[in-house]
């Protein structure tokens, strides 16, 4: 059987550094904000090449404490629209709502899954003040384009990263192509801790003072409280783990562009629709998507021969019971998109035994 992703495999490549690092943790009794936090938020601001970097416990809340820190600024206020891509992971949405903002739907390109300039320029309004680009699946969402449409309109341009640390192009790194950035730390991501955690990464300097604030009960010396915080801290333990895994992203990123070329190349099959990819490094492959007619018979033809496949993700965000106040939208090009995609094994420990077996797999349905 080959797995989707084999976390044990994964991480077990890491145990003896983990063991020592959670040792000296277990010495150092500093569990909260403590000294592994502060290297990671240094060492992945410099990664990203970003001047700051704040640790979050979740990629939900990064984007969420971004959101109510620009409203805490002024820069937004509640009430105020913000563009999502309508087939994103429910978080970007959820993080709008739980600031107090109001999400306006717009449907990717289909070919790249991500928002284009030409249809985020449509969907401007005067109430849009923000717009949140998702890096899907890894792959960079228009930067150039729509940074130009940010400037242009003078709003913000969010980045939600959770699935592209370490894309990047000309002008940067993910986490470095908006006002402010997003990343999951989830296991099943690039980057992935043991447990969750987040991070926030900008070269705002205010911004960067009040998510600071948000994640710790809105305290910057303890027992004083500045504003209304959350808890929502990275673990200490987790950026042991992050510090570790740091150090490798690159080559794991580099081996998931190797298999997806590999894959591009040797899946020849009219029956399955491969993704778009311009060979350059804009693209992680966090998710390897095909689309497929008749999707329940792929997938139960993968399972037979022994290959374990996904769909990021089943239903989209409008269609959620939890978004019922936007199941009257009609979104075709995410409804069409929702319906046709399966995602692919793409494991930095696939062997190449197992890619070629997936490939014949393939080309033989
Ligand atoms: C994983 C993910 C998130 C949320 O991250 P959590 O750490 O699970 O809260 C947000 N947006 C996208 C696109 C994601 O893939």
Known sequence: MIKFLDLHKINNRFRAEFEIALGKSLDNSNYILGPNVSKFENEFAHYCGTKYCVGTANGLDA??????????????KKGDKVIVPANTFIATILSV???????????????????????VSAAITKDVKAIIMVHLYGQLADV???N?????QNILLIEDAAQAH?????????????????FSFYPSKNLGA???GGAITSNDSELNEVVKLYRNYGSKEKYTNEIVGFNSRLDDLQAAILNIKLKTLDTDNERRRFIAN????????????????NKSMNH???????????????????????IESLIHYPIPPHQQKALKNYAHLNLPITENIHKRIVSLPISVMLSDVEIRMLIKVLNDY
């Open 166 to 182: 370490g894309s990047m192009c000309d002008t940067g790194k993910a986490g470095n192509l908006g006002n402010a950035a997003a």
């Open 97 to 119: 709502l739980h600031a107090d903002l109001v999400p306006v739907f717009v449907e990717p390109n289909h070919k790249t899954y991500n928002l284009s300039a030409h249809k």
């Open 284 to 306: 992680v492959f966090y998710a390897f998507v095909v689309e497929v007619e008749n999707r329940d018979r792929f997938m139960s033809y993968l399972e037979k021969n022994g």
């Open 148 to 152: 130009a449409i940010a400037k242009a």
């Open 63 to 76: 984007l969420t404490l971004i959101l109510k820190g620009y409203i805490h600024l002024g820069k937004i």
């Open 194 to 196: 043991l447990g969750d």
């Open 144 to 146: 150039e384009g729509l």
């Open 262 to 277: 590999y894959y591009l190349e040797n899946i020849i099959n009219p029956k399955i629709q491969l993704p778009f990819y």
